[in-house]
């Protein structure tokens, strides 16, 4: 624990030195970090299919090919995000000018889960560099071959004083919770987060919380019933559902629920076959107790396709499950919090299936519980708008599922229990950075009216 001390004593001297403030050196950190990047690629991608049996194609495209992405943008928009800002002066304030001045927050830390252990770990190192930060990088345990590759690669691109890697359980996380930062950037469970924040609260160090959640999937009778199973069927059993932002129980308007569960069964086999467990492209459980634990919500309702499981493999094929729900039963919350997978977030590839008739029947049961991280609907554009005015999530899709996230140009965060601040393409510049206000004036001109014992008050008043 001596060591993780010296590492963050290292970086706030460093930081403290001015190094990291010049633009053209954030830039060749970028473009250092890009080169080290693809060189690593193929062994990071080796590890992806070590530890979560993630295909090539699927780790280049949910993970490695955003990280490039991210860094690329940074590279070309970092002069223009930094630039000092000018800003409208009241006439009140005359002949001063005003400013705004992005400036690095300094030394921080991000924690990353094992689900995207690649994106979600140097993503945020992405802004963190951007913006001037150093960090420290905490790895998740639960994928250790993904882990040592990472630290490899950081150790091998940047000087520990600048970006270091720190690997180990609970323990490490506490004693790394016990130092001062100027950020905290975690990405993780709602309960972990609140563990994060009460330590952050001890030195009141800004956090970013991206949690996650029970994000609803509404199909409405409006719905093209063909494209809104394959795309539902999609982010679901991406990475075997393993994705804070996956649909993670599906609301069917009770006329379509029988077709609805007959599209999804052939776009599920469309997708990975009629063996699930042949696809090289279908992600297993991270670990036993997450196998155990998404198995044992089979049991909370008919299973109406999938269900075969392997506990060696940690395997669990896509499942539809019939709760025998609808949101108009008048004890609907009586029935839904007696079944563990209404209430926990699943993030394995179970889809609970609830009906509905009326749409005002989904809004609250929708707002009856925690503000998700996301929100899908698959229906009329206009109707989705208005389910959106009256709910509330940290980002939404319309007739698509994952999508949101993929947009560098838009925020991606959470609200409430599924978290705070938001990041990717000039947010995470912004994140990583203080708004700095700057007000100069001129000595040419010195107005005596603000000044003791305040002659003219009367005209004052009328400017102010």
Not at 16 to 45: N, P, V
Not at 62 to 79: D, F, M, P, Q, Y
Not at 304 to 325: M, N, S, V
Request: hydrophobic share 40%; proline share 5%; glycine share 8%.
């Amino acid at each position: 624990m001596k060591n993780i001390t010296k590492i963050v004593e290292a970086q706030r001297a460093y930081f403290r030195s001015g190094a990291t403030l010049d633009i053209r050196f954030r830039k060749q950190m970028l473009r250092r970090f890009l080169a080290a990047f693809e060189q690593w690629e193929g062994r990071l991608a080796d590890a992806l299919w070590t530890d979560l049996h993630k295909s090539y194609e699927e780790a280049y495209l949910t993970e490695l090919s955003i990280v490039k992405g991210e860094v690329a943008n940074h590279i070309r928009h970092i002069a223009k995000w930094s630039r000092r800002k000018r800003k409208p002066t009241p006439i009140k304030m005359f002949p001063a000018r005003s400013y705004v001045v992005s400036e690095p927050l300094g030394n921080t830390l991000i924690m990353a889960p094992w689900n995207y252990p690649v994106q979600l770990l140097l993503n945020p190192l992405v802004g963190a560099i951007s913006a001037g930060c150093t960090a420290v990088l905490k790895p998740s345990p639960y994928v250790p071959t993904v882990s040592a590759v990472i630290e490899k690669m950081i150790a091998d691109t940047f000087a520990p004083e600048y970006v270091a890697v720190v690997q180990g359980n609970r323990e490490v996380n506490t004693a790394l919770l016990e130092e001062r930062y100027d950020l905290i950037f975690f990405t993780g469970s709602p309960q972990l987060g609140r563990t994060v924040m009460r330590a952050a609260s001890e030195n009141l160090t800004p956090v970013v919380l991206e949690l996650g959640g029970k994000s609803p999937c509404i199909v409405d009778k409006s719905a093209d019933i063909k494209v809104a199973a394959r795309r539902i069927a999609w982010g679901k059993t991406l990475n075997s559902g393993q994705t804070c932002i996956a649909p993670d129980y599906l609301l069917i308007h009770s006329s379509l629920s029988e077709k609805f569960a007959t599209a999804m069964r052939e776009e599920l086999r469309r997708l990975h076959g009629e063996d699930t467990r042949k696809s090289k492209h279908f992600v297993r459980m991270v670990n036993d107790r997450a196998f155990e634990r998404v198995k044992g919500y089979l049991a909370d309702g008919d299973i109406l396709y999938g269900g075969r499981t392997d506990a060696k493999e940690r395997f669990i094929e896509p499942t539809l499950l019939d709760i025998h729900i609808s949101l108009s039963d008048s004890d609907v919350d009586v029935k839904a919090n007696g079944k563990a997978v209404l209430t926990e977030e699943i993030f394995g590839p179970v889809f609970p299936i609830l009906t509905f008739k009326n749409i005002e029947d989904v809004t609250g049961y929708v707002t009856r519980r925690e503000k998700p991280l996301a929100f899908y609907y698959f229906g009329r554009e206009a109707d989705g708008w208005n389910l959106i005015h009256y709910t509330s999530s940290g980002g939404a899709c319309i007739n698509d599922t994952i999508m949101h996230i993929a947009n560098e140009h838009i925020p991606f965060g959470g609200v409430g229990n599924s978290g705070m601040g938001g990041y990717h393409g000039e947010e995470s510049f912004r994140v990583f950075s203080h708004q700095r206000s700057v007000v100069t004036t001129p000595t040419w001109l010195d107005l005596p009216f603000r000044y003791m014992p305040y002659r003219m008050f009367g005209l004052v008043k009328k400017i102010v």
